[in-house]
């Protein structure tokens, strides 16, 4: 399906999947992406606390005896070759900011590695050289901040931008950080800043699911755009890539201006105001054979007859 937009924006093409449910037939759009026309810009941040060591998600020596002898791994580098090049890859310059936060010794440093592309795949990441003593993730936002300002004086056109953070344990600044989603908020409100996304992942057992949803609701209500903080949980530094994908998918933009989806029968089943992110899902009655989206000024009708319902 090819959708044409206009003001110079992409014209985007669909991939669809369908799966039969209980609640009707639940449909997945998937855009295609140009980042140079929705100007994003992207960095990725992976936890560098003393916690990340103990739990061995930097390395830690399989097999043998005692542990003594057998072949090193190192989960987070296996993790990182796959995010850091998919992320890359929506970034309009095909290079993300990556860095490891909450290190030193309170947990409040940010030791950059450097702007990554596809090489990032075969790149190494052993960890920081300090690992810290605490987790404090307001440095890691003011530092994404710092970043993005720092491309716009250099005459960087950004439009959008987004950060992928992960951490393992209890963030210890908590109250800061919902405090200075507010002042950046305002700043992208007054078009002081790009319009923003903070995807935060937790992993293993250490998580606190109760801080993450506080960063999700600390959007405030003068805010007209979408929620700044997501977030999700994974149980495994191995489970990382496959759940940053898709929280990637759910909230970089395909395109601005807005998107109605109706069934067959003219009902709306998803109305989204503002941006519409790479990847939307949605429900429609079981058997149906086409749905609309309504984009640019433009009606698009899809058939369904080919997707093999049942």
Same mark, same amino acid.
């Given at each position: 399906?090819?959708?044409?937009?206009?003001?110079?924006?992409?014209?985007?093409?669909?991939?669809?999947?369908?799966?039969?449910?209980?609640?009707?037939?639940?449909?997945?759009?998937?855009?295609?992406?140009?980042?140079?026309?929705?100007?994003?810009?992207?960095?990725?941040?992976?936890?560098?606390?003393?916690?990340?060591?103990?739990?061995?998600?930097?390395?830690?020596?399989?097999?043998?005896?005692?542990?003594?002898?057998?072949?090193?791994?190192?989960?987070?580098?296996?993790?990182?070759?796959?995010?850091?090049?998919?992320?890359?890859?929506?970034?309009?310059?095909?290079?993300?900011?990556?860095?490891?936060?909450?290190? %030193?010794? /309170?947990?409040?440093?940010? =030791?950059?590695?450097? &702007?990554?592309?596809?090489? #990032?795949?075969? !790149?190494?990441?052993? @960890?920081?050289?300090?690992?810290?003593?605490?987790?404090?993730?307001?440095?890691?936002?003011?530092?994404?901040?710092?970043?993005?300002?720092?491309?716009?004086?250099?005459?960087?056109?950004?439009?959008?931008?987004?950060?992928?953070?992960?951490?393992?344990?209890?963030?210890?600044?908590?109250?800061?950080?919902?405090?200075?989603?507010?002042?950046?908020?305002?700043?992208?409100?007054?078009?002081?800043?790009?319009?923003?996304?903070?995807?935060?992942? %937790?992993? /293993?057992?250490?998580?606190? =699911?109760?801080?993450? &949803?506080?960063?999700?609701? #600390?959007?405030? !209500?003068?805010?007209? @755009?979408?929620?700044?903080?997501?977030?999700?949980?994974?149980?495994?530094?191995?489970?990382?890539?496959?759940?940053?994908?898709?929280?990637?998918?759910?909230?970089?933009?395909?395109?601005?201006?807005?998107?109605?989806?109706?069934?067959?029968?003219?009902?709306?089943?998803?109305?989204?105001?503002?941006?519409?992110?790479?990847?939307?899902?949605?429900?429609?009655?079981?058997?149906?054979?086409?749905?609309?989206?309504?984009?640019?000024?433009?009606?698009?009708?899809?058939?369904?007859?080919?997707?093999?319902?049942?």
């Amino acid at each position: 399906m090819k959708l044409h937009r206009e003001n110079g924006l992409l014209e985007p093409y669909a991939e669809i999947h369908a799966e039969d449910t209980p609640e009707g037939l639940h449909l997945e759009l998937t855009f295609a992406l140009d980042p140079t026309i929705e100007k994003l810009a992207a960095a990725f941040y992976m936890d560098g606390s003393g916690s990340m060591q103990q739990m061995g998600a930097y390395g830690r020596t399989e097999g043998g005896f005692f542990g003594l002898f057998g072949t090193p791994r190192n989960p987070v580098q296996e993790a990182m070759r796959i995010m850091v090049p998919y992320l890359a890859k929506k970034d309009a310059n095909g290079q993300c900011r990556v860095a490891y936060w909450a290190t %030193g010794s /309170g947990g409040t440093q940010i =030791e950059v590695i450097s &702007e990554m592309g596809a090489t #990032a795949s075969e !790149a190494e990441f052993k @960890g920081p050289r300090t690992y810290g003593g605490g987790t404090n993730l307001l440095p890691a936002v003011r530092d994404f901040v710092a970043y993005i300002n720092t491309c716009r004086d250099a005459g960087e056109e950004i439009k959008a931008c987004i950060a992928a953070i992960v951490t393992d344990g209890e963030i210890h600044d908590l109250e800061d950080c919902v405090a200075y989603t507010a002042t950046l908020a305002r700043a992208i409100e007054d078009k002081k800043f790009p319009r923003t996304n903070l995807v935060i992942v %937790g992993v /293993g057992k250490e998580v606190d =699911e109760e801080q993450l &949803e506080q960063l999700e609701e #600390a959007t405030p !209500a003068f805010y007209s @755009g979408r929620d700044i903080w997501c977030h999700a949980e994974a149980d495994s530094v191995a489970d990382l890539p496959e759940l940053v994908a898709h929280l990637l998918d759910a909230n970089i933009p395909a395109f601005w201006g807005g998107a109605k989806i109706s069934d067959a029968q003219g009902k709306t089943v998803l109305e989204l105001p503002d941006m519409v992110p790479a990847v939307i899902e949605f429900t429609v009655p079981r058997g149906s054979r086409s749905f609309t989206l309504e984009a640019g000024g433009k009606r698009f009708v899809q058939d369904l007859s080919g997707l093999g319902q049942h």
